[in-house]
């Protein structure tokens, strides 16, 4: 199971999808009118003879296969094959060949932690990389390409206003804290799986960056362009396989259009199967600028504190001064058990008033949860993320070529993203427009709607035919 | 010679595991009947004092006293692990942990007494670490194996882990920078890894398996004077013997006694076999005998055999015919 999380590989992925023995979904067989024959049996009855029809090769949708329980076919067999770089090849063909009216617009959203992967396999800079794949994923026929941190501009602010207002009730309401990020599909179906109802309510209802971005470009930009949701193909480029997961997510899939609001994601290393694939060298291709819409800027852009969206950085900043006028710019974070379980703290007249932690990888999830269960976490805020070192960690990242470790690779990638230059989401003007004129301010319905997410308890499937011995 | 001294009954289904606690003065066992039992000397006979039945919701697989003797650890197959505070008369279970996907196969105690392990068919094994007030937190969760993973067992005195499969290998483990590794694969049984265990040194390990041998393994340290190759300064495991032919059917349980140096094992042919090094054997190709064999030790498959630590020569064994049995192979030392 590569590509996954850890957290991901530890647990049972078909339960997510719960396959069972066989597929019951009904395949619509086409009726097709033609000319019937009428045999007149000996009473003088009449039968209509139907012609015998001509069965074509059944074909089940993704979103039928995902919404049903009956299928034998493995959950990451289904994502895998479904959701791949294949897939997008075998859209980008069936586009080509489509009649110009009929075409689908196809995007492309690349998140920072792909894009430096990337760019750390063929030594490139990050812009220069970004802007070489815009270039190659056009060639092969997509029309937008976006990088995925306007989108966390998003997600960040989100999350600092539910923070503000949880913090304000945590004394009538003790569930409220601690919050716990939702950035990382690792972790949340890992909750929604193994605690259920117990840790749901802790978790953070603001979309991950992928999401937002599927929002952005399904409803904000398609409307701006004239486009109905499932005129557009969209794509994202994202660190780990967990993600194929949250694209699937029922949350994230438009009934009106039958659309999802990201089709496909694909991963860094299949990024690199795909050139190598296609037999293009990425450092030959002259840079194609990211289409600005929908992107951070000119540049890519990174966000202060954590390479994993720096959720727990701008929100400890931004409750420090809203809740306590403490003016804060930079976080001392202490190691706490390991490098990857860190807290910080705030004093105000020798008060601790703010703990936040940064919890990542499932040693460290694990214990978090129990402490969690046993009213033991003394903490606020827990920015937790499936993967050890976090997304430029993920589980399908490009491996290190040899001679270098994936702590030593990790370490680089860690050097490339905080050289970026850090995006402002309070005083970006684009943000704040977003506020106004599409959602209908902060706390509209609609930003409800299309910037937070639901989680449901996922049952364990106890199908004593599907258990792998 | 081939009669058992005692037969321990009470268990209602079979019984899995047993283990003494590190003074030799009691034997526990635990089964399909979600308990666990504590059986001491009275007398001259041995007698049930404790039944501990409410805390499993499924079979109990195993059982582990720590190092100080006065905690007793049960892994089971609902999941969980108990910790039971074992100091007072009365028995508590003072701590559960949880957290594997499914059935937890086996714990073990590091030396020290400050680390657990625990695997489960979920593939993983997981390091826990013993915090103050019965608290115990996750230092390592690895998915080391890539089948169900039998047992676990810490060396003697190292913080070096030991793990065994259904997938056909046994794994060694140890801290490394900020976390858990494996460093050394053992390869070469044919079928699944039931149990393993080390001798009194730490510097050999026994496995035995579904394929019907038992291996020993050596270990080969850094500048070892065998000239053994160590890459990257990591020390090396070789298989120095393989003692094939004995057993009759799948070899379920290994225990190597600290006192004497004899490797007991247990067979679902129902047979306890006693092996021993000859003396003057060859350290990197060592000869053991069979030195004793119990035919129908055991109505049924023989689950688990354990050395007493203080007694020489007494062994207890575990089957599915329900029943504990207490030996005395003291003559043959």
Sequence with gaps: MSGFSGVLKLTDLDDFIAPSQECIKPVKVEQKSGRGVIRIENDGADAAMAVQPKYEKAKITLNDCLACSGCITSAEVVLVNQQSHDEFYRVLAENNSREISEKLTIIVSMSPQAVLSIAAKYSLGADECAQKLASYFKRLGAHYIFDTNFARNLSLLEAEREFLKRYKEKDSDPKTLPMLASACPGWVCYAEKTHGSFILPYISTVRSPQQVMGSLVKDLWATQKGLTPDKIYHVTVMPCFDKKLEAAREDFYNETFSAREVDCVITSVEVEQMLVRDEVELVTLSPCCLDGDLSSGSQLTSHPGSSSGGYAHSIFIKAAKELFNQEIDDLQWKILRNNDFREVILEVNGETVLRFALAYGFRNIQNLVQKLKRGKSPYHYIEVMACPSGCLNGGAQVRPESGISSKELVAQLEEAYQSLPASRPHDDQRVLSCYSEWLGGHDSEKTRQVLHAKYKAVEKNVNALGIKW | MSTAIATLTGHKDRVWNVAWNPKGTVLTSCGSD?????????????????????????????????????????????????????????????????????????????????????????????????????????????????QDVKKVVFHPTADILASASYDNTVKLHREECDDWTVFCTLTGHQSTVWSIAFNVSGHRLASVSDDRTVKVWQEYLPGNKEGVATPEGAPVWKCVCTLSGFHQRAIYDVSWCSLTGAIATSCGDDCIRIFKEQPNSDPNAPVFDLLLTIPQAHAEDVNSVTWNPTVVGLLASASDDGSIKLWDFSHIF
């Design chain 2, 34 to 146: 979600h308990s666990i039992r504590l059986w001491s000397k009275e007398g001259d006979a041995w007698v049930c004092k404790t039944v501990l039945s409410e805390a499993h919701t499924r079979t109990v697989r195993s059982v582990a006293w720590s190092p100080s003797g006065s905690t007793l650890a049960s892994a089971s197959f609902d999941a969980t692990v108990n910790i039971w505070d074992c100091r007072e008369e009365n028995i508590e279970c003072v701590a559960t942990l949880e957290g594997h996907e499914n059935e937890v196969k086996s714990v073990a105690w590091a030396a020290s007494g400050a680390l657990l392990a625990t695997c489960s068919r979920d593939k993983s094994v997981w390091v826990w670490e013993v915090a103050e007030d019965d608290e115990y937190e996750c230092a390592s969760c690895m998915p080391s194996h890539s």
